[in-house]
């Protein structure tokens, strides 16, 4: 039997690619989370990470393993909401970043109203700017956003990632020519990282297509219209890495909760750090 303490380990150091994150998400030195993975590879007999002095990076093993620990850890707050007895109840106000439409987060919202069917859940998508602006307004109780760059470290780090450059198959950008622009409207963050690394570059460019929602984005992508800026993890069906330009840069999604964070928005930030894995596949449907 696989130790649940263990896997929670293994999952958190799987999203954020990071022991040291891993361990302050945790709350744990950082030799306690070397110490869960080791017992864990230990129990399964194979290596569930490749690790280097630069980068944490999970093998064959490792990417099976997700799924598993997954199942295991949802049966286990399942069991234990059961013998607890207790039912969530109240409004709960969740925004999530334009980013996540077309990956797994509908099932773990699924997941979340099933086992608390008394819990009045309201979604905003939004762009991460704007989800911003709604917490700290007081509008929202619990946000799923990127962050808003180098330095920002609100919240509770769900994964890390790189933003890069993507548009349909067999695009090439001219570089004696303004590079095409698909862009979110402001406040969006990957706009704003998009034009200043351009810019600071020297490159010209030209917005060739704005729109608040991610199927408009990918619906120009998807036309040849131009390039847009993207998490690596996170490419939509039908568009693809874009070369000959400058890189992006990281990228940080976190979740951030209101002042005073109710249990049910406790409990959904639990289901969401539990899912993260899924939030950076795309879903098939």
Known sequence: MYDPVQLR??????????????????????????????RLEEATGRPLFVRDTHSVGLTEDGEALLGFARTILEA?????AFFAGTRLRGRLRFGASEDFVLTRLPEILEGFRHEHPEVDLELSVELSGTLHEGLDA????????????????????VWR???????????????????????????????????????????ELRIACTSGSLSGLVAAARAGLG??????????????????????????FALLRGPRPSAAA????????????????????
């Open 266 to 285: 406790e409990a959904l930030a639990a289901a969401v750090l539990s899912g993260a894995d899924r939030l950076s596949r795309t879903s098939t449907a």
């Open 76 to 80: 286990n707050e399942r069991a234990a």
């Open 138 to 157: 007081g509008r929202l109780d619990l946000v799923l956003a990127k962050r808003r760059g180098p330095g920002d470290e609100r919240g509770r780090l």
């Open 227 to 252: 390039v847009m800026a993207h998490a690596r993890g996170l490419i939509p069906p039908g568009l693809v890495r874009v070369g000959g330009l400058p890189e992006l840069g990281p990228v940080e």
């Open 161 to 203: 990632d790189r933003l890069v450059w993507i548009g349909a198959e067999g695009l090439r950008v001219d570089p004696d020519r303004p590079v095409p622009l698909i862009v979110f409207p402001p406040p969006g963050i990957t706009r704003a990282r998009a034009l200043e690394v351009l810019e600071r570059e020297g490159r």
């Open 9 to 38: 380990t293994f999952l958190t150091v799987a999203q954020t690619l990071s022991f040291t994150q891993a361990a302050g998400r945790l709350g744990v030195g950082q030799s306690t989370v070397s110490q869960h993975v080791r």
